[in-house]
């Protein structure tokens, strides 16, 4: 069984900084990308960032030039860290990361809970 364990959300004010941090565990074999997507209400969830493997990123241009996500293969964590935050990227954020839990197993992509970020004006 996999699991994916999100933190770091909460209200911040217009300009200020969040991070937030998914936690992989469990039935673990191979870990490929990893990233974080975000779901405001009334709106379909869109990607935010990816990184690779390898460390190659890919960001939204909603908040490329803001937004940095890392990740530690060996934690298996992915952390997205938000600056100059506005109004408009209130949503509930979601980890997403493409593992297999066996060599032979194929790949499948996993979610997190979520975990909600209000930005205030």
């Known amino acids: 069984q996999v699991q994916l364990v999100e933190s770091g959300g909460g209200l911040v004010q217009a300009g200020g900084s969040l991070t937030l941090s998914c936690a992989a565990s469990?039935?673990?074999?191979?870990?490929?990308?990893m990233g974080w997507y975000r779901q405001a209400p009334g709106k379909q969830r869109e990607l935010v960032a990816t990184?690779?493997?390898?460390?190659?990123?890919n960001y939204s241009d909603s908040v490329k030039g803001r937004f940095a996500i890392s990740r530690d293969n060996a934690k298996k964590t992915v952390d997205l860290h938000m600056n100059s935050l506005k109004p408009e990227d209130t949503a509930v954020y979601y980890c997403?990361?493409?593992?297999?839990?066996?060599?032979?197993?194929?790949?499948?992509?996993?979610w997190g809970q979520g975990t909600q970020v209000t930005v205030s004006s």
């Open positions: 990184i690779s493997r390898v460390g190659t990123t």
């Open positions: 997403n990361v493409e593992l297999r839990t066996s060599w032979a197993a194929r790949w499948v992509d996993y």
């Open positions: 469990g039935s673990i074999f191979s870990i490929n990308a």
